[in-house]
């Protein structure tokens, strides 16, 4: 099975409608959504039955037995992340709490414990014929990179036999970006034709770079600015990186989105233009000698 | 007064938001949390820059003075030390420091070191003071770069945060001390659903908010739909218009262009402090 990554670096330049238009194209058997911080691939992909839901377990919290306390402030002094307070009694601001079990330890009347906590909730919809795996954190928690681990692995262990699978990212070029890049055979970046969207494209082409992940280029609305288009163009000729197609900006694509549609089940410029993104990405894929 | 501005989505307008309403506010300081992709530099373009490193403390050991017990390793909660064949290996990129190691090895044979993650820059664009946070690409968690950014911040004066994308720990370590939260949301399916998630983080930290419409077109709303179904304050609507997004996708400041854009801010300005206000005589 080859993966496919569709990532961007900076947010809101098309990842996901992208991601929906490949799928729907290739009619994938599977695929899945990495941006677990902000996921949105469901909301078009179409399922009408209920996902199978698991929860997921994140790092330990620490728990304080305030019988037991004796309030000694060695946890406290301890604690790396803050976490641990006083007023009146001392306790465990869980969002802060990072799960190193070093006040657990340090505790002399073993007063603390390290419970297991819910991160986040994992999403698997499957039929007989496809498979979509997704998660959504839990606000304000971390540890987001163990999640899309969780889910390429939900992905895979569900997936009977698919020669493709599409993964839709998350934009910035940390933790879960990290994750989603092990074991991928391709990214495709989501390039947006402004200032700031070729500063973000340089710095995760720098992050895949450093994982040797294969990395193609497309951009997106790419009339809206069309010297900042040639631009990132020139950069990927000097980087030796595979171009792969131009999208135009399309008022059509968010009436698509909004009615619950792929830009490829409707009528419109940005659709076209999706189509040879596709095929142009797929000959690379697959090509020969390609991984 | 600190005021937080985010999303949940990425490229609904934050930085957009935040640089205008930084250059709209008497000696403002910017801050870019968004330490993965931090962009607000790209319009500002701040001069006298002087930029330090961000460093956070991971553990190195004597090899000389190791025994190879396994205390450490069998304590360390996320994977960053390893004893193979006889010899303590450290993953760097893993290690959260906590210091537990260098706490328990029972022949003090692990000490610690700085290890450099990124950077924060300080710099001024006109009555504006510019910090950046950058984390280093590679480079796993930004949240020890948003701490110091939070350290070096003043404790008078406006403030305006632009925050990553999402609602993680990186958001909420942006919006802890936050006395504001403009939520920014565009009119798209998408926009609304992460509208939702931030709406719910702002709600359980217990911060004051409001949104920005952004990206308005003449059809039906669904962010703003979401807001008058849940009773949110719609602090103002920014129209989708080409001239905005040519300004935007070049890195221009809009307020320093126009006329019409700066009256906008300007009046965005007014009733969110007009809010934090009513905030601070209400709930002291």
Known sequence: ?291 | MRIAVLSGKGGTGKTFVSVNLSCTAEKAVYVDCDVEEPNGHLFLKPARIAGTPVTVMVPAVDMNKCTGCRKCVDFCKYNALALVTGKLLIFHEVCHSCGGCVLFCPTKAIAEKERRIGTIEEGRSGGVTVLTGCLDTGEVSGVPIIKGLMKKLPREGNIVIDCPPGSACIVMESIKDADYCVLVAEPTLFGVHNLGMVYELVKLFNKPFGVVLNKCLDEENPAEKFCFENNIMILCRIPFDNELGTLNSNAEIAVNKDKKYRDMFSSLLKTVLREVQHETTTNP
């Open chain 1, 1 to 291: 099975m080859k993966q496919l990554l569709i990532l961007s670096g900076k947010g809101g330049t098309g990842k996901t409608t992208i991601a929906s238009a490949f799928i729907k194209l290739a009619d994938a058997k599977a695929y899945a959504d990495c941006d677990v911080d902000a996921p949105n691939l469901h909301l078009i992909t179409g399922w009408s039955v209920e996902p199978e839901k698991t929860d997921y377990y994140g790092l330990q919290k620490a728990e304080i037995n305030q019988e037991l306390c004796t309030q000694c402030d060695q946890c406290r002094q301890n604690c790396r992340f803050d976490a641990i307070s006083i007023d009146e009694k001392y306790k465990v601001d869980p969002f802060a709490c990072e799960g190193c079990g070093v006040c657990e330890y340090v505790c002399p009347v073993e007063a603390i414990t390290m419970k297991p906590a819910v991160a986040g909730e994992l999403m698997l919809y499957s039929d007989e014929e496809k498979v979509f795996s997704t998660a959504q954190l839990k606000m304000g928690s971390g540890t987001s990179g163990m999640l899309v681990t969780e889910v390429k692995k939900q992905m895979k262990s569900a997936t009977v036999d698919a020669e493709l699978a599409i993964i839709d990212g998350s934009p910035g070029i940390g933790c879960p970006v990290i994750a989603s890049l092990s074991g991928v055979d391709m990214v495709l970046i989501v390039a947006e034709p402004s200032i700031s969207g070729i500063s973000d494209m340089e710095r995760i082409i720098n992050t895949a770079a450093k994982f040797g992940t294969k990395t193609a280029v497309c951009i997106n609305k790419y009339d809206t600015n069309i010297e900042n288009t040639e631009k990132i163009e020139e950069f990927c000729k000097k980087q030796g990186l595979p171009f792969i197609a131009r999208i135009p900006f399309d008022s059509n694509a968010v009436k698509a989105i909004n009615n619950g549609q792929t830009i490829v089940d409707i009528d419109c410029t940005s659709g076209v233009a999706a189509k040879e993104v596709y095929q142009n990405t797929m000959n690379l894929l697959f090509e020969k000698g390609g991984g």
